[in-house]
């Protein structure tokens, strides 16, 4: 079945680039979805992508998708304090469009 | 910006005792879901629900979960014999013509 995976841990300093990776295993996904979850707090969508682009560009956020690798990436530019949390990448597969999510990668952003 | 309201946001229970978890998604949404994520691990599909009816559940909901569209408005789990294995965070969410809104969550602790 559709399976997500992503890196547990990235830590960087803050004013640098952040990019973290997702790969997933069925190329017939119809989006593909970047959330961001604080401690404690709810999944905030933050940008998501159609699978029939390769990149989308959200202020300081850059999606890439490489479908021929299946592999999803999120860059996020500047990175500050404030973007410590941990990012989920999930995949909508099937009729009913159920997310599938990977397992979370933390952030750490590093003064 | 329309949101999916859930409560309680902390709910803590006695196994074997019921549960209602309650959700209301954005008003103009027709498709309805549970997640739900243990501590430390990935979020996992619970149920999706349409036109009032389940569409799709995976393996995680048994027949202890039900889920219930009692008004217009409202969206609810009901899990009936909790156990110490169900202690994880809920979380509902809705879609529309632009993706998933997921709630900010009911963290669940079953002692």
């Not at chain 1, 997933?24 to 699978?51: C, H, M, N, R, V």
């Not at chain 2, 629900?49 to 979960?65: L, T």
Request: charged content about 20%; hydrophobic content about 30%; aromatic content about 12%.
């Amino acid at each position: 079945g559709e399976d997500v995976e992503q890196s547990l841990f990235l830590s960087v300093r803050e004013g640098d680039s952040s990019v973290i990776n997702c790969t997933y295993t069925d190329s017939s996904s119809t989006y593909l979805y970047w959330y961001k979850q604080e401690p404690g707090a709810g999944l905030q969508l933050l940008t998501y992508i159609f699978s029939n682009m390769d990149m989308k560009q959200d202020q300081r956020l850059t999606v890439l998708l490489n479908k021929k690798d299946k592999h999803l990436s999120l860059r996020i530019a500047d990175t500050q304090t404030g973007d410590s949390a941990i990012y989920f990448c999930a995949g909508q597969w099937g009729s009913q469009g159920n997310l599938i999510f990977g397992k979370g990668t933390k952030l750490s952003v590093k003064p | 910006e329309p949101e999916v309201t859930q409560t309680p946001s902390h709910q803590v229970t006695q196994m074997g005792q019921e549960v209602i978890l309650r959700c209301v998604p954005i008003s103009n949404h027709l498709y309805f879901y549970w997640y739900r994520q243990i501590l430390g691990q990935k979020v996992e599909f619970l149920v999706s629900f349409y036109n009032n009816e389940i569409s799709e559940k995976s393996e995680i909901f048994d027949d202890q979960f039900s889920v219930e569209r009692p008004d217009g408005s409202n969206f609810t789990l009901k899990i009936r014999s909790t156990k110490l294995e169900d202690s994880a965070m809920y979380f509902c969410a809705s879609r529309g013509d632009y993706g998933y809104t997921f709630g900010s969550g009911t963290r669940l602790t079953v002692v």
